[in-house]
């Protein structure tokens, strides 16, 4: 099993342009979050998806936008990237949800994504 | 306050000593709890979940729990140099839709 796949690993866009972080996973999980990460900061979480078709936001949505079309599947999109949206992008992905304790619950997370916006 | 608190660091611990790592948070709904390490430039890497009051122990750590004071803890015995990394913490939340919330990490650095 690959696990969970992001591509691309870096990625510099200028002001305004747009583009799609890709994840999936191998592991026939529900549950798929997209994080971003800040230098020095912990995770915030931008959407989840609870299954194919079925998409929430997180704490940290306004810029962005999901989509869940399969399983296996989670792409993000920046619509007119900004400055503020130079992070690295996580992609983690669970068999049970939050809430579901001791019962797979665990995140698994993706290699990540770093992106500047210039 | 903060969801997740945890100190910053860095924690600089000598090779072979136990390092701890603290970590609070204000949900009392909380039920599940998990320490990842993060090596610079890396992803998150689950190390321990804990769900119950206690200790959990799995090889050279341990985790411990305690939800009436509203912590949790990492032990690592017999640090080494490749210990050396962020430890995150996570706790789901009740508040509003489940999720995980995380704190900034406290950096540990072993030192040889």
């Known amino acids: 099993n690959a696990g969970v796949t992001q591509t691309p690993k870096f990625r510099i866009l200028k002001i305004g342009q747009s583009m799609t972080l890709q994840c999936t996973q191998d592991m026939n999980h529900n549950y798929m979050y997209w994080y971003r990460q800040d230098p020095g900061m912990g995770l915030k979480l931008i959407y989840y998806?609870?299954?194919?078709?079925?998409?929430d936001k997180g704490e940290v949505p306004n810029g962005y936008n999901v989509s869940r079309s399969t399983t296996e599947d989670f792409p993000l999109r920046l619509e007119l990237a900004a400055p503020s949206q130079t992070s690295v992008y996580f992609c983690?992905?669970?068999?049970?949800?939050?809430?579901?304790?001791?019962?797979?619950?665990?995140?698994?997370f993706g290699p990540g994504t770093r992106l500047t916006v210039l | 306050q903060k969801e997740v608190e945890q100190n910053s660091g860095p924690l600089s611990v000598p090779e072979g000593a136990i390092a701890s790592l603290n970590c609070t948070y204000s949900d009392r709904g909380s039920q599940s709890f998990f320490w990842y390490r993060q090596y610079s430039g890396k992803s998150p890497e689950l190390i321990m979940s804990i769900y119950s009051n206690g200790d959990k122990e799995d090889g050279r750590f341990t985790a411990q729990l305690n939800k009436a004071s509203q912590y949790v803890s990492l032990l690592i015995r017999d640090s080494q140099p490749s210990d050396s990394a962020t430890y995150l913490c996570?706790?789901?939340?009740?508040?509003?839709?489940?999720?995980?919330?995380f704190g900034t990490g406290t950096r540990l650095k072993v030192l040889a």
């Open positions: 983690a992905s669970s068999r049970a949800p939050p809430g579901a304790s001791g019962l797979y619950n665990e995140q698994f």
């Open positions: 998806s609870v299954g194919a078709g079925i998409t």
């Open positions: 996570a706790v789901e939340t009740t508040s509003g839709t489940y999720k995980y919330i």
